[in-house]
């Protein structure tokens, strides 16, 4: 049995802290509990509620979010509660009672096109993904059951994960109004049947990986102004890139040319109109928004 560990990640409202484990919690079900009657399903959210100002439980995937009662800051509690359900689960007991996590959740996906001729999305009604996972190829797919599903079929070319959605890059073998309704039936039943999305080894290895990034962002010492374009890209572009199926990361800026690079995924990459998007969207709103201080927008993969 792998040793459970626990990182503490802050959301956009800062009423509500994520615990992320490195292995999953739940696969095929979400839960949120408001009180300790509704949390009986769950041993460990009823442990949770026994703290006087947790208020919400969600559990899902490899994640337990809490939302607090304004009685105490997340800075005086959150290593108490993180080290709280480090020890709950390495303890062996159940996350959610096994009858409940049995039920079957009828799951619906549509297929929905994306700017990029060459992708689709395909959205699910229940999360699938915490972050977002990019696979080229089969190889790389060994620890994403569902990616390597996918990859079985001729016309796949590259699989992006994320959210409650699917991406799919094919080859141009195949036109989308042939496929489109196997592969969102396929990808429909596969999650319906409670089959893995991704494996526990993904997640560690993007725990591992996540944590050099984040020592390799500390080494580079990032300016203020970094600080400001990662900013506005996650606050103002990445929800509309992630909605076409994609996602946008910051690489480097630099200040004697003006220049920002960025990493785009999913479907975002290799797309005709992705020029135009960076060109006449992202990098008229930095101008705008950063006062000119950024000039040029660039993808290192685009």
């Not at 800062?14 to 696969?27: D, E, G, M």
């Not at 001729?117 to 790389?140: H, S």
Request: charged share 25%.
């Amino acid at each position: 049995m792998s040793t459970y560990t626990i990182s503490i990640e802050p959301t956009n409202n800062a009423s509500i802290v994520k615990f992320v484990a490195n292995s999953f919690l739940t696969r095929s079900n979400s839960y949120e509990f408001k009180n300790i009657d509704e949390a009986k399903p769950s041993p460990i959210a009823q442990q949770l509620f026994y703290l006087p100002f947790v208020k919400t439980v969600y559990i899902s995937q490899n994640f337990i979010a809490i939302e607090k009662y304004d009685i105490v800051t997340w800075e005086d509690v959150q290593n108490e509660v993180s080290e709280s359900i480090t020890e709950y689960l390495n303890s062996g007991k159940e996350v959610v009672t096994t009858t409940e996590t049995q039920k079957k959740v009828p799951v619906t996906v549509y297929a929905e096109s994306t700017p990029n001729p060459a992708a689709m999305k395909f959205v699910a009604n229940k999360p699938l993904a915490d972050g977002t996972f990019e696979f080229k190829n089969i190889d790389e797919a060994v620890h994403a059951p569902l990616a390597k599903a996918l990859f079985a079929f001729p016309f796949v070319k590259e699989v992006f994960i994320s959210a409650n959605y699917v991406s799919v890059l094919k080859y141009n073998m195949a036109e989308w109004q042939e496929i489109s309704m196997e592969l969102r039936e396929f990808i429909r039943k596969y999650i319906e049947d409670g089959k893995p999305v991704l494996s526990d080894e993904i997640l560690q290895k993007k725990e591992k990986e996540e944590a050099s990034s984040q020592q390799s962002i500390s080494n580079k010492d990032l300016k203020d102004i970094d600080k400001e374009i990662i900013s506005i890209l996650d606050e103002y572009v990445k929800p509309a890139v992630a909605s076409d199926g994609g996602n946008i990361a910051f690489d480097s800026f630099n200040e004697h040319t003006k220049t920002l690079r960025v990493i785009l995924q999913g479907a975002c990459s290799g797309c005709p109109s992705s020029t135009v998007t960076l060109k006449n969207g992202i990098e008229t709103m930095l101008k705008d928004m950063m006062n000119g201080r950024v000039q040029t927008v660039e993808a290192i993969n685009g």
